[in-house]
């Protein structure tokens, strides 16, 4: 079977840290494009990150930049979101995905991208709260 299964949310005070986990089992990450997305509540699914695993490259959203960090664990078939400095306003459902997308900025800030990965984690809470 096919699945990525998430892992590392929760609540965190505002300032902290996070790490995400998301393990793929009955295929390898390698050739898919990688992605993480969030959805706060009554908001639209949005892009927070994307990783190519053909060359490594990476591409984050303006909120994202410089405090999240994506990356992947060949050996662990794993893909990561490093949250840094979180803000209350970081509180959503996190997802991570998969699929034959190419990681670009515009995957990443145009809403709809997310409909073309093929791959999708369960989601988990991170909630950024005093």
């Known amino acids: 079977q096919l699945q990525l299964v998430e892992s590392g949310g929760g609540l965190v005070q505002p300032g902290g840290s996070l790490r995400l986990s998301c393990a793929a089992s009955?295929?390898?990450?390698?050739?898919?494009?990688l992605a993480w997305f969030r959805q706060a509540p009554e908001k639209e699914r949005v892009g927070v990150s994307c990783l190519a695993t053909s060359d490594g490259s990476t591409h984050y959203s303006d909120s994202a930049k410089g405090r999240f960090t994506i990356s992947r664990d060949k050996v662990k078939n794993t893909v990561y979101l490093q949250m840094d400095s979180l803000k209350p306003e970081d509180t959503a459902v996190y997802y991570c995905?998969?699929?034959?997308?190419?990681?670009?900025?515009?995957?990443?800030?145009?809403?709809?991208?997310?409909?073309?990965?093929?791959?999708w984690g369960q989601g988990t809470q991170v909630t950024v709260s005093s």
């Open positions: 995905a998969g699929g034959a997308v190419h990681c670009s900025q515009v995957v990443v800030d145009t809403p709809g991208w997310d409909a073309w990965y093929e791959y």
């Open positions: 009955g295929f390898s990450l390698d050739g898919y494009g």
